[in-house]
């Protein structure tokens, strides 16, 4: 079936450091992908997304680039700061069945500190 | 900019005892979703919801649980008996049609099931 995997956390940087959080998919067909980030009591909020292969997401300095060859999304930021600082979730968007639905990942934390 | 609204934040509960969360989806939203998160563990899919009916469920969307847009304006959980394992955030979520594959998520609503 359709899956996320992502790497554990807590990831923990120190401001400026250059952030990689992987994340691989399995799914049939072609998914949209996205990352999500929760900052501390709030909800999910869309961070970037990809709807086909090659295609780079970018928001707020992060990025991310489908790839269909390696079944993977990494999220990058070249220079983290402490306002960073969330729960980053990677998913899919699954076509076909009655609905579609957003597949999601255990999310990874990310603590930046000063 | 329009967002998902729930209620309660936090809910603390006696296992066996009824629970409703609610949710305010986005107004001209069509389609509504709940997802839960156990602490630590993923994001999962439980129900989507289009034209008040059930679109789709998850295994774990059993006869404990039901969804219904009373007013149309809100969007309901109803978990008729607590258990200790319902114990999670759960997400409402909604979009503007089946082809968007870009939900907005509210802040969640934190059950505890005692």
């Known amino acids: 079936g359709n899956s996320v995997t992502q790497m554990e956390g807590p990831v923990t940087l120190s401001e400026e450091a250059f952030l990689t959080i992987n994340c691989t998919y399995t799914?049939?067909?072609?998914?949209?992908l996205f990352w999500y980030v929760q900052y501390p009591g709030e909800g999910l909020q869309l961070l970037l997304k990809?709807?086909?292969?090659?295609d780079k997401g970018s928001n707020k300095g992060f990025e991310a680039t489908y790839r269909k060859e390696t079944t993977s999304f990494h999220l990058e930021k070249g220079s983290v700061q402490v306002s960073d600082s969330a729960v980053y979730f990677c998913?899919?968007?699954?076509?076909?069945?009655?609905?579609?639905?957003?597949?999601f990942g255990t999310g990874t934390l990310l603590a930046v500190q000063p | 900019e329009p967002e998902v609204t729930q209620t309660p934040s936090h809910q603390v509960t006696q296992m066996g005892q009824e629970v409703i969360l609610r949710c305010v989806p986005i107004?001209?939203?069509?389609?509504f979703y709940w997802y839960r998160q156990i602490l630590g563990q993923k994001v999962e899919f439980l129900v989507s919801?289009?034209?008040?009916?059930?679109?789709?469920k998850s295994e774990i969307f059993d006869d404990q649980f039901s969804v219904e847009r009373p007013d149309g304006s809100n969007f309901t959980l109803k978990i008729r008996s607590t258990k200790l394992e319902d114990s999670a955030m759960y997400f409402c979520?909604?979009?503007?049609?089946?082809?968007?594959?870009?939900?907005?998520f509210g802040a969640g609503s934190r059950l505890t099931v005692l």
């Open positions: 979520a909604s979009a503007g049609y089946s082809g968007a594959n870009v939900l907005t």
């Open positions: 919801f289009y034209n008040n009916e059930i679109s789709e």
């Open positions: 799914a049939t067909g072609y998914p949209s």
């Open positions: 990809a709807t086909k292969a090659d």
């Open positions: 998913a899919l968007w699954t076509y076909g069945g009655a609905t579609n639905k957003l597949i």
């Open positions: 107004s001209n939203h069509l389609y």
